[in-house]
C-alpha cells in the first residue's frame, strides 16, 4: 500500500474545508439522495461522499457499509483529491500498487472497484470525493463516468447551498437577496437531480428505457385490470456474439442503436420498446390481443432484415400474454421461454408461449 501524500496546498485546502462548517454534523437526505443515483448509474454496491480532513476521511454520506470516518492514510478518496480536474479509477484494486495492501482491500469490506470525482469547492481546491465502490473489479463506460462527474458538482452546489443557507439564517432580516438566490439554487438542483434520475431509467447507448423502466410500465399496465390484458414479447439478435467477434464492437454498437431505432418507431405510439441487457430487448404492448400481437412481431422480425446496418441479421422472437394472476416476471419468463424455443428450432421465427 502507498500512502496518499498531502497536496502542495494543504493548509489552503484545509482552510476551505472549515469554511463549509460541515464536518461531524448529521446525515442529510440531500446527499444520500445523489449517492443513491451515483450507485444506481454505475451499478454498484457501495457509494459515499466523503470529506478529507487533517488525519482522517468523514463520511457526510454513506451507503452499503457502516462507518462514521477512516484514518486518512487508508483512504481511497485521499488519492482522488490529488487530481481535483480527472476522475480517479481503479478496476481492480489488488492490481494496484497504491491499494493492494490496503485494510479495506484484503480485509472488510473487500474493496476491488473504485471511483471517485472530487468534490471542489468555490475558490477550486480539492474536499473530498463523490465516489461509488465494490468488492468486485469493474469498469466504467463513458456515460458512467460522465454522470459520476456531474453528480459530482451537484454535491459542491449542495456545499455551496449550505453556506448560503448559514449566511441567510444569520442575516435574514436584512439580505432578502440570499433567500432569493437559495431558491435558484434549489429549482436548478430539482431540475438537474430529475434529469440524473431519467438516466436511471434510460439505456446509455440506445437510448430506451432500460429493465428498471421496463418492469414498472408492466406493473403498470397489469395494474390497470383492462379487460384484454398486456401482451410481453422478448427479442434477441440471432448470433449477435459473430457480429462483435467478426465485425467489431463499434460495428455491434451500430447494429443495437439502429434495432432500437426501429423498436421506437414501431411501439413508440401505443406500448413500449425497453432494452433488456446484451442484445436482448422487450416489447410492451399494452391492451393487445395476443393475435395482434403476434402478427406485429412477425412484421417486426421480417422488417430487421431490411435495416441498414451493412450485416445480415435476424431476431427471434418469444411472446406471452399476461394471466391473471401472474406477476410481471412470471409473463417475462414465460415469454423467455418461448425465446428459447424459437432459439431452439432455428431462430428467425416467432413463438408464443403455451
Avoid at 35 to 48: D, E, F, H, P, S
Avoid at 179 to 199: G, K, M, P, T, V
Avoid at 257 to 269: D, K, N, V, W
Wanted: charged residues 25%.
Amino acid at each position: 500500500m502507498i500512502k496518499p501524500p498531502k497536496p502542495v496546498n494543504e493548509a489552503a485546502r484545509l482552510a476551505a474545508l472549515q469554511r463549509y462548517r460541515i464536518l461531524d454534523t448529521d446525515r442529510e437526505p440531500a446527499f444520500d439522495d445523489l449517492v443513491t443515483i451515483a450507485r444506481t448509474l454505475c451499478g454498484t454496491q457501495m457509494g459515499a461522499v466523503t470529506l478529507i480532513d487533517r488525519d482522517r476521511q468523514w463520511f457526510k454520506a454513506l451507503q452499503g457499509l457502516e462507518a462514521v470516518q477512516t484514518p486518512r492514510d487508508e483512504a481511497f478518496c485521499a488519492h482522488t483529491i490529488l487530481h481535483p480536474s480527472q476522475l480517479t479509477l481503479v478496476e481492480d484494486a489488488r492490481q494496484d500498487a497504491r491499494f493492494s495492501g490496503n485494510p479495506s482491500v484484503l480485509g472488510e469490506p473487500h474493496i476491488r472497484f473504485y471511483a471517485g470525482a472530487p468534490l471542489l469547492s468555490s475558490d477550486g481546491h480539492s474536499l473530498g470525493s463523490l465516489c461509488v465502490f465494490d468488492s468486485s473489479p469493474r469498469v466504467l463506460d463513458g456515460p458512467q463516468a460522465e454522470a459520476l462527474n456531474a453528480l459530482s458538482r451537484q454535491v459542491s452546489k449542495l456545499l455551496e447551498m449550505r453556506v448560503l443557507r448559514q449566511q441567510i439564517d444569520h442575516h435574514r432580516a436584512e439580505h432578502e437577496w440570499y433567500e432569493a438566490r437559495l431558491a435558484e439554487y434549489y429549482q436548478q438542483l430539482e431540475q438537474q437531480n430529475l434529469e440524473l434520475s431519467e438516466q436511471t431509467r434510460t439505456d446509455p447507448l440506445t437510448g430506451l428505457p432500460n429493465r428498471r423502466a421496463l418492469s414498472a410500465a408492466l406493473s403498470d399496465a397489469i395494474e390497470r385490470g383492462s379487460t384484454v390484458t398486456p401482451a410481453v414479447a422478448i427479442v434477441d439478435i440471432d448470433h449477435f456474439k459473430m457480429v462483435n467477434d467478426i465485425h467489431g464492437h463499434d460495428e455491434g454498437d451500430r447494429v443495437l442503436t439502429e434495432l432500437a431505432s426501429a423498436l421506437r418507431s414501431q411501439f413508440a405510439a401505443r406500448g413500449m420498446a425497453a432494452r433488456f441487457g446484451g442484445e436482448e430487448f422487450v416489447i410492451l404492448m399494452p391492451e393487445t390481443p395476443l393475435h395482434q400481437a403476434e402478427l406485429q412481431c412477425q412484421y417486426l422480425r421480417e422488417s430487421v432484415g431490411l435495416l441498414p446496418v451493412g450485416v445480415p441479421i435476424t431476431v427471434s422472437i418469444g411472446l406471452a400474454s399476461h394471466r391473471p394472476g401472474e406477476t410481471p416476471q412470471d409473463t417475462l419468463r414465460r415469454a423467455d421461454a418461448a425465446l428459447y424455443q424459437a432459439k431452439h428450432q432455428g431462430r428467425d421465427r416467432v413463438v408464443v408461449a403455451d
